[in-house]
């Protein structure tokens, strides 16, 4: 036999007896016929320099090679099916094997809440739309900072800065444009020209511009204010099951001040309405109208109204009520 075939041969014997390979219960036995009983002894004495006195080299033939690799692909074979069995593979985001249920009946109930709060972006002017990524998290930045007491500029720049990184002149700058275009004319944003580019393809600077402009809008959408001329004010936002309408109303009853606030729900849900210590909640089962009031002596500087779905998701959305009475 020559070098080439031994060489060949005890590669492949040397993958086939593996210690992995000879402790799988499906491996095969060394007592199986076709002369492969002997073959791990005389392999391992072959690379052994001192030979067994007495005993006969064991040779093979050409033909017994294919025997060899079938044998070897069997014996792998078996190997990858047990480990399948003991370890079956996991999607990415599976962290440990999980049964699924072969159907959902009520999808929409059974299933983890979306971000239900996004298709307010339909009511936006904006010249392109924002991917639901960058929408996302403006929006909830927005329901972070919509209470805060800083000058809408800082306030617009605070929303959007972690898009844009160590880029705060910038931001200044375009915040300050953004303001006063609104300020000149309330219909700039109406006549805005579209961009038929995507947000992904728009100049750093662009989508600075385009992402202040849509924190400001939201921040308007966000915000009620009341005073005395204006004592009524309405609001409309948009949902995945239907559009949420709100009213609120500052009534003035000699000494006793009140806030009333009344909204139309798609869907059932709960309102909570916050002052200053004080609180006022109440909670529908059924889509419809549902009314919530607080009373005080004094109205505070600023209420807060949580309007909750659970249904379309897991936050509520947050108003903020300026009353500059």
């Given at each position: 036999?020559?070098s080439?075939?031994e060489?060949?041969?005890s590669?492949?014997?040397g993958?086939?007896?593996?210690d992995?390979?000879?402790?799988t219960?499906?491996?095969?036995e060394?007592?199986e016929?076709?002369?492969v009983?002997?073959?791990h002894?005389?392999?391992?004495a072959?690379?052994?320099s001192?030979p ?6 064991q040779t093979?033939q050409l ?12 014996v792998?074979?078996?190997r990858?099916?047990i480990q ?17 249920p072969?159907?959902v009946?009520?999808p ?7 971000w239900?709060?996004?298709?307010q972006?339909?009511k936006?002017?904006?010249p392109t ?8 998290q403006l929006l909830e930045?927005?329901?972070a900072?919509v209470?805060s007491?800083v000058p809408?500029?800082?306030k617009l720049v605070q929303?959007?800065e972690?898009?844009?990184p160590n ?6 700058d ?6 006063r275009?609104?300020?000149r ?8 020209p579209?961009?038929q580019s ?22 308007e ?5 009341l ?11 948009l949902?995945?099951v239907?559009a949420l309408?709100?009213?609120v109303e500052?009534?003035?009853l000699?000494?006793?001040t009140k ?15 916050r002052g200053?210590?004080t609180?006022?909640m109440t909670t ?5 109208y ?9 109205l ?8 909750e779905f ?5 936050q ?10």
């Amino acid at each position: 036999m020559n070098s080439d075939s031994e060489s060949l041969q005890s590669q492949y014997l040397g993958w086939l007896l593996t210690d992995d390979v000879k402790n799988t219960d499906q491996s095969v036995e060394c007592e199986e016929n076709d002369g492969v009983k002997n073959l791990h002894n005389e392999a391992t004495a072959s690379k052994s320099s001192e030979p067994k006195l007495g005993g006969t080299p064991q040779t093979f033939q050409l033909g017994e090679i294919p025997t060899v690799l079938d044998r070897f692909q069997t014996v792998l074979k078996n190997r990858l099916q047990i480990q399948a069995q003991d370890h079956p593979p996991l999607f990415p985001w599976e962290t440990q094997l999980t049964e699924y249920p072969d159907f959902v009946d009520e999808p929409s109930m059974t299933l983890v809440p979306s971000w239900g709060w996004m298709v307010q972006q339909s009511k936006l002017t904006l010249p392109t739309r924002l991917p639901e990524r960058v929408f996302q998290q403006l929006l909830e930045q927005c329901q972070a900072l919509v209470t805060s007491s800083v000058p809408l500029g800082a306030k617009l720049v605070q929303v959007v800065e972690n898009f844009f990184p160590n880029e705060s002149q910038a931001l200044n700058d375009i915040a300050g444009l953004v303001l006063r275009s609104t300020y000149r004319s309330v219909s700039t944003l109406e006549t805005m020209p579209a961009i038929q580019s995507d947000y992904s393809d728009l100049q750093p600077r662009q989508q600075m511009a385009l992402s202040l402009l849509a924190a400001k809008q939201l921040l308007e959408n966000l915000t009620l204010p009341l005073s005395a001329t204006s004592p009524v004010v309405e609001r409309e936002w948009l949902t995945s099951v239907g559009a949420l309408n709100i009213r609120v109303e500052y009534q003035s009853l000699g000494k006793l001040t009140k806030l009333l606030v009344q909204a139309e729900l798609p869907v059932k849900g709960s309102l909570t309405l916050r002052g200053s210590g004080t609180l006022a909640m109440t909670t529908s089962s059924t889509s419809g109208y549902l009314n919530v009031e607080l009373g005080c002596e004094q109205l505070n500087p600023t209420y807060t109204l949580e309007v909750e779905f659970p249904e379309i998701d897991e936050q509520p959305l947050l108003f903020v009520i300026n009353p500059t009475i």
